[in-house]
């Protein structure tokens, strides 16, 4: 099943569970856009509550989702093993962090992450709910109250690397930051305390793909057979791996802690001044306060991010 559906099409699926998970990083809930209109019978997922797991000292930004918890949201939205769901958000627009744009970014996160926990049916409507409108689709207003599913969420179904297999990945094969240029050097960094990259990462802007060019996403990442991507804080990443499977490549593995993850734990940093890389305890770039610094030893493994090949949830099963 292609990962993108166009909005005419999307139209025509009759008995999709849509859902709405429009985002704003740092920003307010979006519920109050959904209760003033949404696609007709989706039900709203706050993004930060509901497709990521609770923020910790270790894991990043956006860490995964505990299983019982992503099942038993997912149930409460209507979902059963068998279902088709529609994921949408604002498609295009500004993202709000060092200038990337939004372009389905959260709809692509909540795609990898039911991907991940084993549901096959699933589509992100390309362009959101601006392609939906454009084409002159009906919204609603009323809140939908589904019947409750059955889904069986069972993680491990997309690979994902923790920071010690994402430092091993970089020296023997190739870890792409998707980051805006600048973050990667270490000019700025507008969120996490530590700017930088993992050393040994190449950058690859995410801006820079256009969801709806198969055939330059394709021309892209073809030359990246062994890449796994990494962000900020899993959510970029995903987006990126949603574009390299709408261009017909294999989904590639994700550091879904990222950035934000790989700073809290103490790694080596690289930037655009040296050769090398930096090592822990790491400096603020602002002079706050970073985050309790742990070595990536392997010992201290954040247990929400199951290493590369892995079939194990963040607690080894699904309650």
């Not at 992450?113 to 084993?118: D, E, I, K, M, S």
């Not at 261009?247 to 090398?276: F, H, K, N």
């Not at 400096?283 to 970073?290: H, L, T």
């Amino acid at each position: 099943m292609r990962p993108l559906i166009g909005a005419e099409a999307a139209a025509e699926l009759h008995g999709s569970v849509r859902l709405d998970v429009r985002w704003t990083l740092g920003g307010p809930s979006r519920d109050a856009d959904y209760a003033e209109g949404h696609l007709p019978g989706a039900v709203r997922l706050d993004f930060d509550r509901d497709v990521c797991g609770p923020v910790e000292t270790l894991g990043g930004r956006h860490p995964l989702p505990e299983p019982e918890a992503l099942q038993a949201v997912l149930r409460a939205a209507g979902i059963d093993d068998d279902s088709h769901v529609l994921v949408y958000d604002d498609g295009d627009g500004p993202f709000g962090d060092a200038g990337e744009p939004s372009i389905s970014l959260a709809a692509a996160r909540t795609w990898w992450t039911l991907r991940w926990a084993g549901i096959e049916q699933v589509q992100v409507l390309q362009g959101g709910i601006k392609a939906w409108t454009g084409a002159g689709l009906p919204l609603e207003a009323q809140t939908a109250d589904p019947k409750p599913g059955n889904v069986h969420v069972s993680p491990g179904h997309l690979p994902v690397l923790d920071a010690e297999s994402a430092a091993e990945w970089a020296e023997t094969r190739e870890l792409v930051d998707v980051r805006a240029p600048e973050r990667y050097r270490g000019e700025t960094e507008p969120i996490d305390p530590v700017a930088g990259h993992v050393p040994g990462a190449i950058n690859l802007f995410l801006g820079e793909d256009d969801l709806a060019d198969t055939d330059r996403l394709r021309e892209r990442y073809a030359s990246h057979p062994e890449a796994a991507y990494y962000c900020g804080s899993g959510v970029g990443a995903a987006r990126t791996a949603l574009a390299v499977t709408a261009a017909g490549l294999p989904t590639p593995p994700v550091y879904i802690g990222s950035w934000s993850d790989w700073v809290s734990r103490g790694g080596a940093v690289a930037t655009a001044l040296d050769d090398g890389a930096q090592t822990s305890p790491l400096e603020p770039i602002d002079g706050s306060q970073a985050s309790p610094q742990q070595p990536i030893d392997g010992s201290q493994a954040s247990p929400q991010q199951p290493i590369i090949g892995s079939q194990a949830s963040p607690k080894g099963e699904t309650r």
